[in-house]
């Protein structure tokens, strides 16, 4: 299961704390099937846990969220998507190296 600072979006809480947040967010679209994003998991927990408080961090389930998916072209997982302002700024599509993602992160921070 994700982390304690992580948080789980859905199609119930996506306008309030995605498009609508004050901070960052960086999105992990991800479905429980696919390998990949199993192993995203672990980094994505480590930094929620970093950026606590600087950005939000959260996993989308594309399985039963896929009209929110669609919406940003999401079509392979895990894709990990960077927010502000209510647009997605930046993404990465696959397993990325914490660091890659880290940077992926500062550069919008």
């Known amino acids: 299961m ?4 992580v948080k789980t979006f859905s199609k119930a809480n996506w306008d309030q704390d995605v498009l609508k947040s004050a901070t960052l967010v960086l999105v992990d679209f991800w479905a429980p099937w696919c390998g990949p994003c199993r192993m995203v998991a672990p980094v994505i927990d480590q930094l929620a846990d970093e950026y606590v408080g600087k950005v939000k961090i959260g996993k989308l389930n594309v399985d039963e969220n896929n009209q929110i998916a ?3 072209g999401v079509m392979s ?3 990990l998507g960077v927010f502000k302002g209510g647009n997605m700024i930046d993404k990465v599509i696959g397993f990325c190296s914490k660091a890659d993602l880290a940077k992926m992160i500062d550069k919008h921070v």
């Open 77 to 79: 997982i895990p894709t």
């Open 70 to 72: 669609g919406q940003y």
């Open 2 to 5: 994700s982390g304690a600072n």
